[in-house]
C-alpha cells in the first residue's frame, strides 16, 4: 500500500522534493503550473454549468422521487420556522432522527433568500463540481512534488479532467434526487488533501463540517482515518484520532436514537436475526459477524460485480494505493453489506469512493512508471484504457439509474405537473405517485400512494396527483393501481378534477368533518372507511 510514495515528506513543499531549478523541469515554472490550473478550473467551471443546466431541467420536467421529496420538506420547513420539522415522507419522525444531517439547518438559511427547491440541486451541482476541482488540484500537487516532468504531468491531468467529467456514476447521482453524501464529499477530500499537505488542524475544519452530514458521513472519516494511517508516519496519528471521531460520533447517533433512516435492520441477517434492538444493534453484529463469518464472506462475494461497476470508470488498481484505499474500502464494504442491493447498486451512496480511487488510480500509474525503465509505456496504456472506459460506459450499462433520463417525464405530462402544483392549495395535504412527488412536497403533510395505504387526513384540503405512466419505471409499482385510485378518489370520494391532461391526474378532496383518515384502494374493492 505505499505507491503514493514514501520518499517525499507528506507535509513538504513541492520545492523542497524537488529542488528549484532542477534541469529536467520537474519543478515547474510558475506560468506553467498556473496553466494547468487555469486549464482545470475553466473546464470544471464549465461542467459546474452544465451540471446546473442539467439539474434544473429535472426539475422543470419534475423527475424528482421521494428522497428529493424528504430533504425539500424539511429545508423548506425549517425555513419558514419550523425548526423540528416532521417528516412524512417514510416511516414518519422528526427529520433530525433520519440520519442526524444537521447540515440542512444551516443550508435552510438560502430559502429565506431564495425560497426555490431548486436550489438543493444546484447545491448538489456545486459539491459535484468542487469534489472534483479538488481532486484534480489535489491531483496536480501530487505530481509536483513526485518530480513528473511537465508534459508527462499535463497528459495525466487532461486524463483526470477527462474521467471526472465522463463518470457515469456522476450521472446516475445526479438523476437519483438529491442527497447528503455527495455534498459531504468535497469537504471529505478537503480534509484528505490538508492531511497530507500537513495542515493538519485546517483538515479538522472540513473534518468538523464533515460530521455535520450524519451518520453515513462518519464512516466516510472512518475510512479516510484509515487511509491516514497507511499513509506514513507523518498522519498516522491524525487517521487514528480521525477513526475515534467517526466511530465515536456513530455511537453518539445510535445513543440519541438519530439514525432511524440508517437502515440498520438491513445488517440484521449478520446476526441471524430479522431485526435488531435500539442502541446494541452494531453490537449484536458484531457479534454475528465474529461468530459466522461466512455470511460477511459470501455477502461480499456477492456483490463484487457491483463494486467492479462502479469502480471500473475511476481506475481499480486505484485501491492499492494508501489514500485511494481506505475510503472505498470502508464505504464499499458498508453498503455491499447491506441486505438491500440499492446501497451498492447507486452510484450517490458510493459518490464519495470516486475522487480517492481516482487519485489512486493515478499515484499508482506514477509509482509503475517511475519504478521501471519504460515504466511510461504501460502507465499511460492503463489511463488511456480508463479515460476509454469512463467514456464508453454508457447509459445502457452504467451503474443503476442512469436509464431514469429525463425523457421519463416528456414536456407535455411535466407542464401539467406544474399546473397541478400550482393549482393545490398552499395548506392542502398531499398523496402522490411516488415518482414525481419531490416538487410538491414543500409543506407540512405529503406522503407517496400505495394501494391500499392508509394516510392520516390532518388538513381541510387533500389533493391526489397521479402519473400512471410513471409507475411503471418505478420497482413495486404500475399503472393499474393509479387507476384504480384514480376512480375511487373521483367517484366514491367526489373529488374535483384540478388536471386530467397528458396522462397527468390532480383531484381536490374537502374531507367531512371527523375524517382523521383515508384508505385509498388498489384495483381490488376497498376493505375500510375512509372515514376515522
Same mark, same amino acid.
Given at each position: 500500500m505505499t505507491p503514493t510514495g514514501t520518499t517525499y515528506a507528506p507535509g513538504a513543499p513541492a520545492t523542497q522534493v524537488a529542488g528549484a531549478g532542477h534541469p529536467d523541469g520537474t519543478v515547474w515554472p510558475p506560468r506553467r503550473r498556473r496553466l494547468l490550473l487555469v486549464v482545470g478550473a475553466v473546464v470544471l467551471g464549465l461542467w459546474l454549468v452544465g451540471l446546473v443546466a442539467f439539474s434544473t431541467l429535472l426539475y422543470h420536467r419534475n423527475w424528482l422521487s421521494a428522497d428529493f421529496a424528504a430533504y425539500n420538506q424539511a429545508w423548506t420547513l425549517i425555513g419558514r420556522g419550523h425548526l423540528d420539522p416532521y417528516s412524512t415522507i417514510y416511516a414518519g419522525y422528526p427529520f433530525w432522527k433520519s440520519d442526524f444531517e444537521l447540515i440542512v439547518w444551516p443550508l435552510a438559511l438560502i430559502h429565506v433568500v431564495y425560497p426555490q427547491p431548486v436550489v438543493l440541486l444546484w447545491i448538489?451541482?456545486? !459539491?459535484?463540481?468542487?469534489?472534483?476541482?479538488?481532486?484534480?488540484l489535489w491531483t496536480v500537487e501530487w505530481l509536483e512534488r513526485r518530480k513528473v516532468g511537465w508534459r508527462p504531468a499535463a497528459a495525466v491531468a487532461v486524463v483526470v479532467l477527462a474521467a471526472l467529467i465522463a463518470n457515469p456514476g456522476v450521472y446516475q447521482t445526479l438523476l437519483y434526487d438529491v442527497h447528503m453524501e455527495p455534498i459531504s464529499t468535497v469537504f471529505v477530500v478537503l480534509a484528505g488533501r490538508d492531511l497530507w499537505r500537513g495542515r493538519h488542524r485546517r483538515a479538522g475544519l472540513?473534518?468538523?463540517?464533515?460530521?455535520?452530514?450524519?451518520?453515513?458521513?462518519?464512516?466516510?472519516?472512518? /475510512?479516510?482515518?484509515? =487511509?491516514?494511517?497507511?499513509?506514513?508516519? $507523518?498522519?498516522?496519528?491524525?487517521?487514528?484520532?480521525?477513526?475515534?471521531?467517526?466511530? !465515536? +460520533?456513530?455511537a453518539l447517533i445510535?445513543?440519541? !436514537?438519530?439514525?432511524?433512516?440508517? /437502515?440498520?435492520?438491513?445488517?440484521?441477517?449478520?446476526?441471524?436475526?430479522?431485526?435488531?434492538? !435500539?442502541?446494541?444493534?452494531?453490537?449484536?453484529?458484531? %457479534?454475528?459477524?465474529? %461468530?459466522?463469518?461466512?455470511?460477511?464472506?459470501?455477502?461480499?462475494?456477492?456483490?463484487?460485480?457491483?463494486?467492479?461497476?462502479?469502480?471500473?470508470?475511476?481506475?481499480?488498481?486505484?485501491?492499492?494505493?494508501?489514500?485511494?484505499?481506505?475510503?472505498?474500502? &470502508?464505504?464499499?464494504?458498508?453498503?455491499?453489506?447491506?441486505?438491500?442491493?440499492?446501497?451498492i447498486f447507486q452510484a450517490f451512496q458510493n459518490f464519495v469512493v470516486f475522487p480517492f480511487v481516482l487519485l489512486g488510480t493515478?499515484? &499508482?500509474?506514477? *509509482?509503475?512508471? @517511475?519504478?521501471?525503465?519504460?515504466? *511510461? &509505456?504501460?502507465?499511460?496504456?492503463?489511463?488511456?484504457?480508463?479515460?476509454?472506459?469512463?467514456?464508453?460506459?454508457?447509459?445502457?450499462?452504467?451503474?443503476?439509474?442512469?436509464?431514469?433520463?429525463?425523457? @421519463?417525464?416528456?414536456?407535455?405530462?411535466?407542464?401539467?405537473?406544474?399546473?397541478?402544483?400550482?393549482?393545490?392549495? =398552499?395548506?392542502?395535504?398531499?398523496?402522490?405517485?411516488?415518482?414525481?412527488?419531490?416538487?410538491?412536497?414543500?409543506?407540512?403533510?405529503?406522503? *407517496?400512494? =400505495?394501494?391500499?395505504?392508509?394516510?392520516?387526513?390532518?388538513?381541510?384540503?387533500?389533493?391526489?396527483?397521479? $402519473?400512471?405512466?410513471?409507475?411503471? %419505471?418505478?420497482?413495486?409499482?404500475?399503472?393499474? $393501481?393509479?387507476?384504480?385510485?384514480?376512480?375511487?378518489?373521483?367517484?366514491?370520494?367526489?373529488?374535483? %378534477?384540478?388536471?386530467?391532461?397528458?396522462?397527468? *391526474?390532480?383531484?381536490? +378532496?374537502?374531507?367531512?368533518?371527523?375524517t382523521s383518515s383515508i384508505t385509498i384502494p388498489g384495483p381490488t374493492p376497498p376493505t375500510a372507511s375512509p372515514t376515522g
Open positions: 448538489q451541482d456545486l !459539491g459535484v463540481a468542487a469534489t472534483g476541482w479538488v481532486a484534480y472540513w473534518v468538523g463540517i464533515t460530521l455535520l452530514f450524519g451518520s453515513f458521513a462518519a464512516i466516510t472519516l472512518v /475510512g479516510l482515518g484509515l =487511509s491516514a494511517v497507511l499513509a506514513g508516519r $507523518d498522519t498516522r496519528r491524525s487517521g487514528g484520532l480521525l477513526m475515534l471521531a467517526g466511530v !465515536g +460520533w456513530l445510535s445513543a440519541i !436514537g438519530a439514525n432511524a433512516g440508517s /437502515g440498520i435492520d438491513s445488517y440484521a441477517y449478520l446476526a441471524g436475526r430479522s431485526s435488531l434492538p !435500539g442502541t446494541t444493534g452494531v453490537l449484536v453484529i458484531a %457479534t454475528g459477524v465474529l %461468530t459466522h463469518p461466512s455470511r460477511v464472506i459470501d455477502q461480499l462475494h456477492s456483490r463484487l460485480h457491483y463494486v467492479y461497476t462502479l469502480i471500473k470508470p475511476v481506475g481499480v488498481v486505484g485501491l492499492a494505493s494508501a489514500w485511494g484505499f481506505g475510503v472505498p474500502f &470502508v464505504v464499499l464494504t458498508t453498503n455491499a453489506l447491506n441486505s438491500k442491493y440499492e446501497f493515478v499515484t &499508482v500509474l506514477v *509509482w509503475l512508471a @517511475q519504478r521501471f525503465r519504460f515504466g *511510461w &509505456v504501460p502507465a499511460m496504456a492503463i489511463a488511456i484504457a480508463v479515460t476509454v472506459q469512463a467514456l464508453a460506459y454508457g447509459v445502457t450499462t452504467s451503474p443503476g439509474n442512469v436509464r431514469y433520463a429525463v425523457s @421519463q417525464v416528456g414536456p407535455g405530462p411535466a407542464a401539467q405537473l406544474r399546473k397541478a402544483l400550482a393549482r393545490t392549495p =398552499s395548506g392542502a395535504e398531499v398523496i402522490m405517485t411516488i415518482g414525481v412527488m419531490g416538487r410538491f412536497a414543500a409543506r407540512p403533510s405529503v406522503y *407517496w400512494f =400505495s394501494p391500499n395505504g392508509d394516510y392520516p387526513v390532518r388538513s381541510h384540503s387533500v389533493v391526489f396527483v397521479f $402519473d400512471p405512466a410513471n409507475e411503471n %419505471t418505478i420497482p413495486n409499482t404500475n399503472a393499474a $393501481d393509479d387507476m384504480a385510485a384514480i376512480a375511487y378518489v373521483r367517484d366514491h370520494l367526489h373529488a374535483r %378534477t384540478l388536471v386530467d391532461v397528458e396522462g397527468i *391526474w390532480a383531484l381536490l +378532496w374537502h374531507p367531512p368533518a371527523g
